[in-house]
């Protein structure tokens, strides 16, 4: 026979005072522990949304960042060749490019960050068609013009439409803003490829990678022919799977912290809890002697009292997971040490993200629920009714 559950509720309400501070306890460890995995959501996301599974990215064998690579014009040349590159109006959809990092100050500090500084080629809009220009206009080739993430205006000073700045020697004109739909790009600032090695002294047709739009099913057979080429030495990755690898040190590193974190709070919260439901077998130890002398089995009572500890634990997960909803969506920004820039991201707070809140929750409860169920069980019913 099962004890009813209203017996439960109502003594949860009668013993609200205890029962608050293992809810609070339950929530703040599953806010801290969604929050952190959100922020790693985020910082992923917007690394992996950089990249298109239809583009390809080509680098100098063995490197594994842009910053570190070198491509050739005479190797872009060979790459433009292969077969299965994407061409509009005759040309093919390639765009050869080059990373600087330049400092310039953020508004909330004051202090320098790195910005990506990326040359592109004329094509660079045809490559990525994600990226659009939402205020002003393309910077054009030979100028000493630049187009700047969404992110950028307002995360850095002096970096906004129509200003006029210096940077790397050379004086430059903010003409363009873009949309890169909340990738990785919306952090970075675009200017001409030769223009940027001409103003940074930096050797004449030399790239650090090169972006290929192609023809849909090709990937492999691109590939494949890059790499069979004894002309080059080069890797041949797909631009969506070169950003994922790019978001995975950081991500690891917040994943690994938010989960610690979240455990140290929730061991916290399961004293929390062991001690409210210890306290609720001591006052009610009369009633518990009452519901075995009326024929209640043992099983039944652990059953009722880890039914009371899961649903503290439901309540006060419900409360974390709804306190870390207004975070889905916020911008922050943080130091990428694959490249050392500075990059702008929006915490995710997703479904599954909440439902590991909510599992974690519960999963505090039974542990904190456990011991004092099993302790209610055990007590002999002559003893507690000798307390009467």
């Known amino acids: 026979m099962a004890v009813p559950l209203v017996y439960n509720l109502r003594s949860i309400r009668r013993r609200w005072s205890s029962s608050i501070i293992a809810v609070l ?20 996301a917007t690394l992996v949304q950089s990249g298109s599974p239809d583009n390809a990215i080509i680098m100098r064998a063995g490197a594994s960042a842009e910053m570190v690579s ?33 400092p310039f100050p953020l508004i909330a500090s004051g202090a320098d960050a790195n910005v990506q500084v990326r040359g592109v080629s004329a094509s660079a809009l045809a490559v990525r068609p994600q990226v659009r220009i939402v205020q002003g206009r393309f910077l054009k080739p030979g100028l000493t013009e630049i187009v700047i993430g969404k992110n950028v205006p307002s995360t850095y000073r002096g970096l906004a439409l129509g200003k006029t700045l210096r940077f790397g020697g050379g004086t430059w004109t903010v003409v ?14 675009w200017a001409d490829t030769a223009i940027l090695d001409q103003v940074y002294n930096r050797p004449a047709n030399v790239f650090q ?66 001690n409210t439901m210890y306290s609720a077998v001591a006052e009610r130890s009369r009633e518990i002697a009452t519901l075995k002398a009326l024929g209640f089995t ?68 039974l542990i904190g629920g456990t011991p004092p169920a099993i302790r209610a069980a055990r007590r002999p019913v002559a003893a507690a009714l000798r307390e009467l």
Do not use: C, W
């Open 176 to 189: 363009g803003v873009f949309d890169a739909g909340g990738s990785a790009f919306d952090s970075e600032v």
């Open 298 to 365: 043992p099983a039944s009572v652990i059953v009722s009292f880890m039914f009371e500890a899961v649903l503290i634990a439901a309540i006060g997960g419900a409360i974390g997971a709804v306190a870390v909803l207004p975070l889905n969506g916020y911008t922050a920004s943080t130091l990428n040490f694959q490249t050392f820039s500075h990059l702008a991201f929006a915490f995710r707070v997703t479904p599954p993200l909440l439902a590991g809140g909510m599992v974690f929750a519960l999963l505090m409860g």
């Open 70 to 102: 070198v491509v050739t014009l005479d190797q872009e040349h060979i790459i433009e060749s292969a077969p299965g590159v994407r061409r509009r109006d005759g040309g093919p959809l390639v765009s050869p490019e080059v990373i600087v990092m330049a």
């Open 209 to 274: 990678s090169v972006t290929v739009k192609l023809q849909p099913g090709a990937f492999s057979r691109f590939k494949d022919a890059l790499t069979a080429d004894p002309r080059l030495n080069v890797d041949v990755e797909r631009e969506s799977e070169y950003y994922r690898k790019q978001s995975q040190s950081l991500t690891t590193l917040i994943t690994v912290l938010g989960t610690l974190v979240g455990i140290v709070m929730g061991i916290g919260a399961v004293f929390g809890a062991l």
């Open 25 to 44: 306890g339950i929530a703040g460890a599953v806010g801290v522990f969604v929050a952190m995995l959100a922020m790693a959501n985020g910082f992923q």
